[in-house]
């Protein structure tokens, strides 16, 4: 497998321009988790799905963010109009949740993420 | 609230030295710790998963320790090499939530 895939790499924007940002999980993960680092905040979990359900969007900063797993195999998310304090990297992680014998085992893989610029 | 801390938040050592980084975690209902290294520009790269039945996991010059009633995870590199350096974020998985919450990493340089 490929590993999980996010698109664009770079995005360079003007502010109040719509942004979307693509992940393609590891092939068989019923997990995904969107995340956004910044050097002021760290790594901070923005949504996560489970079998392409939202389970937990209380990362998600303002309305203008949004998010979409539509199958399996995809995901999206967007911002709507986007504003210069929205620049970071935004990674992608896709994980398989392993109940086993009551244990959760759960590995996350990421992205290379797409590095987010909002001019 | 679940958070997660590292110490040091950098670090700095000479080639050859067995080193520790520590995670700490405020909540043990954990499934899952797992240790993660990021170089610079690039995404993360999984290391080592500890489940919550777990008191350690090793990989070649790494081995991480679990210690859930105390809320502590360290990070054990034997025989540092320059290119070790990068930097070790650690993710505690919280039951309950069922998701990774991340401490602010260690920036390790390992000098040559």
């Known amino acids: 497998d490929a590993g999980v895939i996010q698109s664009p790499r770079h995005e360079v924007t003007e502010m109040g321009q719509e942004v979307t940002l693509r992940c393609k999980p590891i092939s068989g993960h019923n997990s995904l988790f969107w995340y956004r680092q910044t050097m002021m905040r760290g790594l901070e979990l923005l949504i996560y799905?489970?079998?392409?359900?939202?389970?937990?969007d209380s990362g998600m900063p303002e309305d203008r963010f949004s998010a979409k797993m539509p199958n399996a195999s995809f995901s999206t998310l967007k911002i709507q109009p986007s504003e210069p304090r929205d620049s970071a990297v935004y990674f992608c992680?896709?994980?398989?949740?392993?109940?086993?014998?009551?244990?959760?085992?759960?590995?996350?893989?990421f992205g290379q993420g797409t590095r987010l610029t909002v001019v | 609230k679940q958070e997660v801390t590292q110490i040091p938040a950098a670090l700095s050592v000479p080639e050859g030295e067995n080193l520790v980084l520590n995670c700490s975690f405020t909540?043990?209902?954990?499934?899952?710790l797992q240790w993660f290294r990021q170089d610079p520009g690039k995404g993360l790269t999984s290391l080592l998963l500890?489940?919550?039945?777990?008191r350690e996991q090793t990989s070649g010059r790494l081995n991480a320790s679990l210690d859930k009633s105390s809320g502590r995870s360290t990070l054990y590199i034997a025989a540092s090499q320059p290119g070790d350096s990068a930097t070790y974020l650690c993710?505690?998985?919280?039951?309950?939530?069922?998701?990774?919450?991340f401490g602010t990493g260690t920036r390790l340089k390992v000098l040559a």
């Open positions: 992680a896709s994980g398989l949740e392993d109940w086993t014998r009551d244990r959760l085992v759960a590995e996350a893989f």
């Open positions: 993710a505690a998985y919280f039951s309950g939530t069922y998701k990774y919450i």
């Open positions: 799905f489970n079998n392409n359900v939202p389970i937990d």
């Open positions: 500890i489940q919550s039945s777990q």
């Open positions: 909540d043990s209902a954990i499934y899952n």
